[in-house]
Nanobody, 123 residues
Framework: QVQLVESGGGLVQAGGSLRLSCAASGMRFRFETMGWYRQVQGKMRELVATRTIGGDTKYADSVKGRFTISRDNARNKVDLQMNSLKPDDTADYYC?????????????????WGEGTRVTVSA
């Protein structure tokens, strides 16, 4: 059974830093894309940062220049270094991974999620 386990959340003051880590286990494949999403209660889950197995990255505009995603493809691990944190970054952060399965004519994307780790940034 595939599991994604996050660590590194916590409470930090505005302007501070945190590093989130995610380790995947129980799989014999490598994720095509790994990354981080976040969700505030009552709002939709939103992309924070992703990185493909080929190294392409994507960041939410709100975190560009402050957050950096890194990934160890061989170990199916992904980290998120968060600097200059703001109260608006307060959310539950979820590790994400995906893979493509099935024949070429019917390929399907399968998503995997961790259980989340809470980040709270105080003013």
């Amino acid at each position: 059974q595939v599991q994604l386990v996050e660590s590194g959340g916590g409470l930090v003051q505005a302007g501070g830093s945190l590093r989130l880590s995610c380790a995947a286990s129980g799989m014999r494949f490598r994720f095509e894309t790994m990354g981080w999403y976040r969700q505030v209660q009552g709002k939709m889950r939103e992309l924070v940062a992703t990185r493909t197995i080929g190294g392409d990255t994507k960041y939410a505009d709100s975190v560009k220049g402050r957050f950096t995603i890194s990934r160890d493809n061989a170990r199916n691990k992904v980290d998120l270094q968060m600097n200059s944190l703001k109260p608006d970054d307060t959310a539950d952060y979820y590790c994400y991974g995906d893979r493509w399965v099935g024949p070429v004519e019917r390929v399907t994307k399968v998503d995997y999620w961790g259980e989340g780790t809470r980040v709270t940034v105080s003013a």
